[in-house]
């Protein structure tokens, strides 16, 4: 990253006396810092805060779902910081805006980003806080700083015997001229990076102490249970609010924008109440499909409208016209819900012109938006306090359980929590988008010489951009939210990323073949979508790794070599392409009544191939083996690489296996784990997973775990019966 | 309806329905979060705790059924300061992703090892089984339940 580090480093005292660091990411240079340089006071946002009593707090900008941010973005400091990652205590951040994400301009935590975002910037605030403590001790001591050392939370003398505490060191060091050309410690002298294997988190969540939304508690709170229309967009008609509000405990019936919510001094007393609420629905406006038709309106879309160009070369029409052999295909996937562990939840309080939320969010600016569009508040009148997240995968990125719990607390004198049901966290969730692939490629000789993909479905931000829009320009006035949320759209791809999520996992389309078209065919059937672990690389995966390995059969070549003779010109494709099928023993014999599958995606600048081994069994389908190879740059914790691959591959394997949203007339049919199964402990495959030692620029594991999973299990499936299903989830008897 | 329990080894006497599930009298009546509201419906396992040394389903055991009973939950599973060998083997695994299932999935282990101190890799994944992970830590959690059972160190009963 090429810029002065001056540029987004600032130091200062705390209140106490104590050292700290704040950090302007480089993506909003020009942002305030919190730093008044006139005053030389601080917001309490400081990325690193030391105290004379040798505390080390760490804001963590990244919030922690599972994924290890807080034991990784830790590190981070830890390694330059010279301390051992135990001895920092992460904090989780205030909305601010130092704490964007660099690369959507907004507070979110998605995109498998946080470490690769972070990895300059921290090591740097780190190295520049143990630059001062030693420029500062040297001081004291009259020597050179440069024959100073630092280890283990303090400064080393050049005589190796005497020492000060950096507790002892940070009002000194605080006076210190921050330097931007502060260098980094070199691989050979990591002690942390790399090597630590154990997370930060672990006592906590294995001793039930880690804070979640749903387990904050407050002093007089109540609880709320809301009843949405069954129907995505129905409207509150009437309801027997006095009846209800009769009931033991009940506090309070209240309509709001997504419903109606019932407020009780307890949960229980909430949820008995709801079983006797009767709602009249306008459902004039709502939802009213069913599954069959959304592909229908899918396949009528693809015929009528070829789709926007997003990737070109040759030309592949007149290519497939002269083929010696072309294959068309169709594949489709289904509305995958979250299924996060922790249903949403939120706590809310409304106190004199100010609200205060706890929740579980990936996106807390984003939720200072959705209290202000449903309150008289403006953005900086909310404070976000962000918990632990029990599971996220992009379902918390959405704000809708904020507002719904800001809605009810406005109208309350006390704090309210807002918890979901099982069923209701199900049939109100966001989806990851139904999607439909139309595939053709050309055969000469056995070689590929054309690839044409038409991608169909619905594109994500639309969806999102209502409250992102106004997150950005948080000082514009509410009257301009939603115009501001449809500009956010228009000025796509300069003021926000251009939305890939329909089309990510297609257009860079990895394999060398000379005559390439990708096109998607907008159209949006009015299902709530949003991201969904590894978002357009799920589908895309999917569709691209299966075409891959019908076209190998189709030449009548291992599917394996097929693909990598088409990657010459792509090591890192290719490197954990061959680890993979070494590690998956695709050259050797395969037990009786089991096949191989491969798959190969690079996704969130992560290279991910996989070797699956299935069978079936008493009539379903048994995975036994998985094997991963991965390159995704400098391993920051091994172990966490490692826990996020398998994890994204039983997130896959769900799925594939399992994973399906159906809609009737608008409602969806699925409410909780006996209808949208999850993948248990008796059905886990044995999951290998090996690591390219790289130096390059570390990158996400988060995600690309996921995609190759769902492509491999459905190849070994084919190789095993013969029969190719084009269609999700995959059925032992198809 | 009025109800005596004990929770963690602590006598507490309750005026609540008796419908009320055992998981939200745990929670939000005697503050012990640590375990969890998952499914409603005991399908997913995230807030096992023990009554009277046997594992149920708080969210589908209404409290009523706990009355004089003893009752269990992760925040008792250690005797004071000191852990759970389970919860030492969960650190020292690194199990927890999110760690939302995994109060739930301790407590599933630990009725197993009160049982079965020396149980097998299929006794392990039965035992198991019903506890759902989103994150997919089941690897994690056989290694450290067996690291437990190769130690020798039998599960310390709770009281």
């Not at chain 1, 004291?140 to 002892?168: F, L, T």
């Not at chain 1, 403006?378 to 800001?406: K, M, S, W």
């Not at chain 1, 691959?645 to 997130?651: A, Q």
């Amino acid at each position: 990253m090429a810029m002065n580090r001056r540029d987004f480093l600032k130091v200062g005292a705390g209140a106490s006396g104590s050292l700290m660091l704040s950090l302007s990411l480089p993506g909003c240079a020009g942002l305030p810092t919190g730093y008044e340089e006139e005053t030389g006071e601080w917001r309490p946002d400081a990325w690193l805060e030391i105290t004379r009593d040798d505390r080390i707090y760490f804001t963590l900008a990244r919030v922690e779902m599972g994924q290890g941010t807080y034991t990784g973005l830790t590190t981070l400091i830890a390694e330059e910081l010279d301390v051992a990652p135990e001895a920092i205590e992460p904090r989780f951040a205030p909305v601010a805006d130092e704490y964007k994400n660099p690369l959507y301009k907004l507070q979110l935590t998605g995109g498998s980003t946080s470490l690769a975002t972070s990895w300059e910037p921290l090591r740097t605030a780190g190295a520049s806080a143990r630059e001062m403590l030693i420029r500062a001790a040297a001081g004291v001591w009259r020597v050179d700083a440069a024959k100073c050392s630092a280890s283990e939370g303090r400064v080393i003398h050049p005589n190796g015997i005497d020492s000060m505490r950096y507790g002892q060191l940070v009002e000194l060091a605080s006076k210190e001229i921050l330097r931007g050309d502060v260098a980094l410690k070199p691989a050979a002298e990591w002690k942390y990076i790399g090597k630590q294997n154990r997370r930060l988190d672990a006592r906590a969540k294995s001793t039930g102490t880690a804070v979640y939304g749903i387990d904050v508690s407050l002093p007089d709170m109540v609880y709320a249970v809301i009843t949405r229309s069954p129907r995505y967009g129905g409207k509150v008609q009437s309801f027997n609010g006095e009846e209800v509000r009769a009931m033991t405990g009940v506090l309070e019936v209240m309509e709001i924008d997504r419903g109606v919510a019932i407020v009780a001094d307890k949960y229980w007393r909430a949820r008995k109440a709801q079983d006797a609420l009767k709602v009249q629905w306008d459902f004039s406006g709502a939802l009213g499909l069913s599954t069959p038709e959304v592909f229908e309106t899918y396949r009528k879309a693809a015929d009528e409208d070829a789709g926007e160009t997003e990737r070109s070369e040759g030309d592949t029409e007149s290519v497939l016209a002269n083929a010696d052999k072309v294959i068309e295909v169709e594949y489709s996937q289904p509305y995958l819900a979250h299924a996060t562990l922790e249903p949403m939840n939120a706590t809310a309080w409304y106190r004199k012109d100010h609200m205060e939320i706890w929740a579980p969010t990936q996106a807390p600016d984003l939720g200072r938006i959705a209290v202000a569009r449903v309150t008289d508040l403006a953005p900086d009148e909310v404070t976000i306090n962000t918990t632990f997240l029990g599971g996220g995968f992009g379902r918390r990125l959405t704000q809708d359980y904020i507002e719904e719990a800001a809605a009810v607390a406005f109208r309350m004198d006390r704090p309210v929590k807002v918890i979901w049901s099982r069923e209701e966290d199900t049939r109100h969730d966001l989806y990851r988008p139904a999607m439909l692939h139309r595939m053709r490629a050309g055969l000469n000789n056995g070689e590929l010489s054309g690839w044409d993909h038409q991608i169909v479905g619905p594109q994500i931000l639309n969806w999102y951009v209502r409250n992102a829009g106004p997150a950005q320009f948080p000082w514009t006035p509410k009257f301009l939210y939603d115009t501001l949320g449809k500009v956010g759209v228009w000025a796509e791809g300069i003021a926000t990323p251009k939305d890939i999520s329909a089309i990510e996992g297609a257009i860079d389309y990895p394999y060398q073949v000379a005559n390439i078209d990708i096109r998607h065919t907008h159209i949006d059937p009015g299902v709530p979508i949003t991201w969904w672990r590894s978002v357009g690389y799920s589908h895309n995966g999917f569709a691209v790794e299966t075409f891959m390995d019908e076209l190998a059969h189709e030449a009548g070549q291992d599917p394996y070599r097929f693909r990598r003779r088409l990657l010459e010109n792509e090591p890192r494709h290719r490197e954990v392409l061959d680890r993979a099928a070494r590690l998956g023993g695709w050259d050797t014999p395969v037990p009786e009544g089991r096949a191989r599958g491969i798959a190969l995606i690079r996704s969130f600048g992560t290279f991910v191939a996989q070797v699956v081994e299935a069978g079936v069994e008493n009539g379903s389908i048994r995975v036994y083996k998985v094997a991963a190879a991965v390159d995704c740059g400098q391993v920051v914790n091994p172990a966490i690489v490692v826990d996020q691959i398998e994890g994204g591959i039983l997130f896959g394997l769900t799925a594939a296996l399992y994973g399906e949203i159906t809609l009737e007339q608008g409602e969806v049919q699925q409410s909780n784990f006996h209808d949208y199964p999850l993948m248990r402990q008796y059905e886990r495959p044995e999951v290998e997973v090996e690591i390219v030692d790289s130096t390059e620029t570390p990158t996400g594991v988060g995600e690309p775990g996921v995609p190759p999973v769902i492509p491999a299990l459905g190849n070994a499936l084919f190789a095993l019966t013969g029969k190719r299903q084009r269609t999700l989830p995959l059925k032992a008897d198809a | 309806m009025a109800l005596r329990l004990t929770v963690n080894g602590e006598m507490h006497s309750l005026d609540i329905e008796a419908d009320t599930p055992l998981l939200w009298v745990l929670r939000d009546e005697l503050g012990l979060p640590g375990t969890k509201f998952g499914c409603g419906a005991g399908l997913c396992g995230a807030c096992t705790v023990h009554l009277n040394g046997e594992p149920v389903r708080s969210c589908s055991t209404p409290v009523e059924m706990a009355e004089n009973g003893e009752v269990t939950t992760i925040e008792g599973l250690g005797s004071g300061d000191r852990l759970h060998a389970l919860q030492q083997a969960w650190i020292d695994h690194g199990v927890p992703q999110c760690g939302y299932c995994q109060s739930g999935q301790i407590m599933s282990a630990a009725h197993l090892l009160a049982t079965n101190p020396s149980p097998g890799r299929d006794e392990i994944v039965a035992a198991m089984t019903g506890n759902l992970c989103r994150c997919g830590t089941y690897s994690r959690i056989v290694a450290a339940v067996e690291s437990v059972v190769a130690g020798e160190k039998p599960a310390q009963e709770e009281a």
